[in-house]
């Protein structure tokens, strides 16, 4: 079946600290890899995909195959970063995103 | 570019009558649209997948005679609530794949949240 963990409901960080969110996800065949973010009152919104191996907002993600892993991580996290951020493996065939249960990054001053 | 409309934003509604809601992709064509729900703090569930000119496809568990899907164009799908019931209260959020875009990005309107009394 497919499915995304996300483990942790909710992070807390300070200001200026690092952080991960992870993700681990059990998927038939190779999906592509997203993570999307919803600050408050916003829609939901793309921040990044495994493909572009880019870095938005300070933000990176690795895939890792062999642990089927995605986690999100930032060097240095700030408040404008607190915002709920869900993990989505999809389907190029179907264009399906399965979507994890999302974690809170809160980012106290 | 790429920005998904709704309508309306917010709905409240009897008991027993039907509700429609409308996604709109505004800049471009969008082949297949996908409907989901989400409940307070928690993620999103996949509805239906819409594909412009044929029957929507349904997840599991969900009835389609109940969330009825219509995807008249490449820039207008629609979902209606019928004999909505509290139950049904939730928060209705639609997503928009563009035609010529490759792989599964969507881009997400900005959610209807539908209150039956």
């Known amino acids: 079946a497919q499915r995304v963990t996300q483990p942790e409901k909710l992070l807390s960080v300070f200001k200026g600290a690092p952080v991960e969110l992870k993700c681990n996800y059990s998927?038939?065949?190779?999906?592509?890899l997203f993570w999307y973010v919803q600050y408050s009152r916003q829609r939901l919104q793309l921040l990044l995909r495994?493909?572009s191996r880019e870095s938005i907002k300070g933000f990176t993600a690795d895939l890792n195959k062999g642990e089927t892993s995605f986690h999100l991580k930032k060097p240095f996290a700030q408040e404008e970063d607190s915002a709920m951020y869900y993990c989505?493996?999809?389907?190029?065939?179907?264009?399906?995103?399965?979507f994890g249960q999302g974690t809170t990054l809160q980012v106290k001053p | 570019g790429a920005v998904v409309s709704q309508h309306p934003s917010r709905v409240i509604c009897k008991s027993g009558t039907s509700v429609k809601i409308e996604c709109r992709s505004l800049d471009f064509q969008a082949t297949t649209m996908f409907w989901y729900r989400q409940f307070p703090k928690q993620s999103l569930m996949l509805m239906a997948t819409?594909?412009?000119?044929?029957?929507?496809?349904?997840e599991q568990g969900v009835e389609k005679d109940k969330f009825l899907i219509n995807h008249a164009s490449l820039t207008l799908s629609t979902l209606t609530v019928t004999s909505a019931h509290p139950e049904d209260s939730s928060f209705y959020i639609c997503?928009?794949?563009?035609?010529?875009?490759?792989?599964?990005?969507?881009?997400f309107g900005p959610g209807t949240r539908l209150t039956v009394l």
């Open positions: 819409s594909n412009e000119g044929s029957k929507a496809t349904y």
């Open positions: 495994h493909i």
């Open positions: 998927y038939s065949g190779s999906p592509e």
């Open positions: 989505a493996p999809g389907s190029s065939n179907t264009g399906k995103l399965i």
């Open positions: 997503s928009a794949k563009a035609q010529l875009a490759g792989g599964p990005e969507q881009f």
